[in-house]
């Protein structure tokens, strides 16, 4: 969940993206904080909900009076949409109706620079909010992480697995959940001891991240020594090659597991469901089918995948 743009931001260089339907405004902006920070430009409303929906910039700087689409409506569609309602607005404007000012604040503005501006004063502001967003995704990302294995932890899945089904959903995508459990993890425990128990849930944390072949895909740690994983876009076919390239990294951990009747190494069993492109991604019979394919796995000897297509 650290991604490189946050690692970026945590450098003090961030993304910038300015709205503004006058040349010489965006000029301006561009000379006091380009030094600083990657900048980049959009002439109007469309345009910069269109590149913010593409670059994802750290904070946007927004005019308020632009011909078409003007700033407050500008910051509202931005607000609307889940990919970028977090990016912090700041309106730069002339204006000092009341009216106006209220509307930016009820739009998503977080501050004010007024027009025409001091360079000095847009670099501060926006070094101030840059370093707030930073806090907050700092903050964010101590509560979804999972202390032992640092990967996402149940609470971030629930919150990911609710989008990516809701995009399914909308957009006729298929979806594949799978949920995975260490074959044997209390034995392992009682016989090699709880230190030994915790980093084998890493190790084993480890080889699920690096089974993953595609960006979109995820894995959290679901509770105890069960994995969940989720592959949107990806069809059976794709779950397949998935769930062994799980299996397969486990293997290759080659940690010994002399309690375990699947094996003298660590093994998981995987439960796999398919969504179809098309059909309903209802959540709860998702993880109910998952864990009903993960039981068959374990009743068929464990160490493998078993898969329902709905």
Not at 220 to 240: H, I, K, Q, S, T
Not at 290 to 301: E, F, N
């Amino acid at each position: 969940m650290f991604s490189s743009e946050t690692a970026q931001l945590a450098s003090g260089r961030g993304t910038i993206l300015v709205i503004d339907d006058q040349p010489i405004n965006l000029r301006t902006a561009y000379q006091a904080l380009a030094p600083d920070h990657e900048v980049l430009m959009a002439t109007g409303g469309e345009a910069g909900i269109a590149a913010c929906l593409k670059h994802r910039p750290d904070l946007v700087l927004l005019d308020l009076v632009m011909p078409g689409m003007n700033g407050v409506e500008t910051a509202r569609r931005l607000k609307a949409e889940p990919d970028t309602s977090g990016i912090p607005l700041i309106f730069v404007t002339a204006s000092t109706d009341f009216d106006e000012e209220s509307a930016c604040w009820e739009a998503g503005a977080v501050d004010f620079v007024s027009k025409p501006f001091n360079p000095m004063t847009l670099r501060r502001r926006v070094q101030v909010h840059l370093a707030l967003k930073l806090q907050a995704e700092m903050l964010q990302r101590m509560a979804y992480i999972d202390g032992l294995t640092e990967i996402p932890n149940r609470r971030y899945f629930n919150e990911r697995i609710a989008s990516e089904a809701a995009r399914a959903q909308r957009d006729g995508g298929a979806l594949v959940l799978m949920l995975a459990d260490v074959d044997f993890f209390k034995r392992y425990n009682d016989h090699y001891g709880h230190q030994a128990g915790d980093d084998c849930l890493r190790q084993v944390a480890g080889a699920f991240r690096r089974a993953l072949q595609r960006p979109s895909d995820f894995v959290a740690r679901y509770g105890g020594e069960e994995f969940a994983l989720l592959a949107p876009g990806a069809d059976c076919a794709a779950a397949v090659r998935l769930a062994e390239a799980v299996r397969r990294e486990v293997a290759r951990l080659a940690l010994p597991h002399l309690r375990s009747d699947a094996g003298e190494i660590v093994t998981v069993s995987i439960g796999v469901v398919c969504v179809d492109r098309g059909s309903e991604c209802e959540i709860d019979l998702m993880l109910r089918q998952a864990d009903q394919q993960l039981y068959l796995a374990k009743q068929a000897g464990r160490d493998r995948a078993c898969i329902a297509a709905s």
